[in-house]
């Protein structure tokens, strides 16, 4: 499994499939968004409401929304960790071989 933002992640959490069958199914991948559109607009409504018990509810769901995407991991940096690891493989790999071929071993 490839590594997906937290929109997706998410997406694909509120219809109970991994991200990659999310985005395999196109149909599946426009109902969830459907589904997350009207879920968001009635948050905004609760937000606004005069009841503050139901305001209050609404603005912990929308601060545990807004925490799960502020403190996902920034995909540049999960990027970067990747080349980072793929380098380090890479300088492994070279090292390795070189030590083959040199009849001190190093």
Do not use: N, Y
Request: glycine fraction near 8%.
């Amino acid at each position: 499994m490839s590594e997906h933002g937290p929109g997706v992640t998410w997406l694909a959490d509120r219809v109970g499939c991994t991200p990659d069958e999310l985005l395999a199914d196109p149909r599946r991948l426009v109902a969830a968004l459907a589904d997350a559109d009207v879920a968001m607009r009635g948050l905004a409504t609760r937000l606004d409401s005069a009841d503050d018990d139901v305001r209050a509810t609404a603005e912990a769901e929308a601060d545990r929304l807004r925490r799960a995407f502020v403190d996902a991991p920034d995909p540049g940096e999960r990027f970067r960790a990747t080349v980072l690891g793929a380098l380090r493989d890479a300088t492994d790999r070279v090292r390795k071989a070189s030590e083959e071929r040199s009849p001190e071993g190093g």
